[in-house]
């Protein structure tokens, strides 16, 4: 359970009009794109002028043990992408990808279908150990983020990336990995603006705890700009095949009233008591289009959790087996299309008060780790080749670690690089600026809000 004071404090806070929100204006589509670009703005994502909801569905083919990259193989992408548009679905999310291989065939299917991609940046090699993250935040697991990043951010249909899966899960520990998926997102954010990257929101897919849900938000959206998300994503299973009360969603439109940035669900779906998917007319209703942008139903292949909606025999079959939730799912979104109009959305975004420590959240500081000193070329240099989905992974690679905390402000960019996307070229990439960031009044004066009241 979270304290009282803090509840009231973020009310508060949030009722000051959190001073001067930034107003944030979508970039418009890219011409060249066979789809548009999607980009994040205010509370909302947006294709142009038209908001964007998620719409997607969770596509991990043989589960996270398979390690394989379904977009990296056409037979396979080709398969499900036939299904894909029988679901009627505008997005995938893809949990391993192998940052080695070409991704062109399955990504250009993807957009002629109209669908796009969230990305896990991480994978079962190359990851944040929950429990003792400090040795697995290194510059080896940061090459393989960025080259992961350098593979997709080339595609107009890239939608966003997840900068990390539930790290932090139901283990009370497992909250001090948190400073570490936090330095995870802004180096990553970093490292888009510093290669002069198109701006791909990134964001962190949290697990469905609902001790530390709260904390975990704020805490990912608190602090100077360069260490905030672009977007917060949860994994929810609390739906089962009840309604928005009984499932508690009224609460969590509630909590996340005035959140200040975009927010979506990365996994949906309970299984308990049959499935017919109310979770998307719900989604799609103006009860929460003003807080959340969608989600993405977990999940397409059915494996041993039983979540799936079709059956796949081997790896490479050339046919799958749609299961009875197949015809639910497609109709659930077939009848409540992507609502007109802007949803109620909020055109600026801010920041919210840090969490302050409790049972449930051990984090005791606002300061994160900062960048590897090892990994701070990538930002001039780029990341070079990616390991892909070989070899021992990172974890304990015991090397290029962080030492000491960072200052805030210090994934700043500033200069504007001139060039636009080209990793291998080097004469023109912008350099990261150490210079301490100045907090701005709205940052000191939520700090100042928190401190006063807690
Ligand atoms: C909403 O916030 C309250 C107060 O922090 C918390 O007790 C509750 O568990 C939250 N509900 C959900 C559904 O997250």
Not at 232 to 252: I, L, P, R, V
Request: proline residues 5%; glycine residues 8%; hydrophobic residues 35%.
């Amino acid at each position: 359970m979270r304290s009282a004071a803090l509840v009231s404090v973020l009310a508060t806070v949030l009722g000051l009009g959190a001073a001067k929100p930034t107003t944030t204006v979508p970039e418009p589509p890219s011409k060249r794109a066979s789809v548009p670009t999607v980009t994040v703005s205010g509370n909302a994502f947006w294709q142009g002028d038209t908001r964007f909801y998620v719409r997607g569905i969770d596509y991990q083919p043989g589960g996270s043990s398979a390690m394989a990259d379904p977009l990296a193989d056409t037979t396979v992408c080709k398969r499900d992408i036939a299904e894909f548009k029988k679901l009627g679905v505008n997005t995938i999310r893809v949990y391993t990808v192998d940052n080695s291989a070409n991704h062109d065939e399955c990504m250009k299917e993807l957009a002629d279908a109209g669908i796009y991609v969230v990305i896990d940046a991480n994978n079962p090699l190359y990851s944040l150990n929950r429990l003792d993250p400090a040795p697995s935040y290194n510059t080896k697991y940061l090459q393989s983020v960025f080259a992961t990043i350098d593979e997709f951010i080339k595609y107009d249909n890239t939608l966003a990336f997840f900068s990390g899966n539930e790290v932090i899960n139901d283990n009370v520990k497992s909250t001090l990995a948190a400073r570490y998926v936090k330095a995870v997102t802004r180096d990553m954010r970093s490292y888009i603006k510093s290669r002069g990257y198109r701006s791909v929101p990134v964001g962190y897919s949290a697990a469905d705890v609902a001790q530390n849900r709260m904390q975990l938000a704020h805490y990912m959206n608190c602090g100077t700009e360069d260490e905030r998300s672009d977007f917060f994503a949860f994994n929810d299973y609390s739906w089962c095949n009840t309604n928005f009360e009984e499932a508690g969603w009224d609460q969590k439109v509630k909590n996340f009233t005035g959140y200040g940035i975009a927010i979506f669900l990365s996994e949906y779906g309970c299984i308990t008591n049959g499935r017919d998917f109310g979770e998307v007319a719900a989604l799609m209703s103006d009860k929460m289009t003003p807080v959340y942008s969608g989600g993405l139903m977990y999940e397409y292949s059915l494996e041993a959790n039983g979540y799936g909606i079709v059956k796949i025999d081997s790896p490479d079959a050339t046919s799958v087996e749609e299961q009875k939730e197949f015809s639910k799912f497609a109709k659930a979104l077939k009848e409540n299309p992507a609502p007109k109009g802007d949803g109620g959305f909020t055109s600026t975004t801010h920041a919210v008060a840090c969490p302050t420590k409790d049972a449930n959240w051990l984090v005791d500081s606002t300061l994160l780790p900062a960048i590897p000193d090892d990994a701070k070329k990538f930002m001039s240099e780029g990341a070079g080749r990616g390991p892909g989905l070989k070899g021992e992974g990172s974890q304990n690679a015991a090397e290029g670690t962080s030492t000491g905390d960072a200052t805030p402000g210090s994934g700043k960019v500033t200069g504007t690089p001139s060039h636009s996307g080209d990793s291998d070229d080097e004469s023109n990439a912008a350099s990261v600026d150490a210079t301490p960031f100045i907090l701005t009044g709205l940052v000191a004066a939520l700090t100042l809000a928190g401190t006063l009241l807690l």
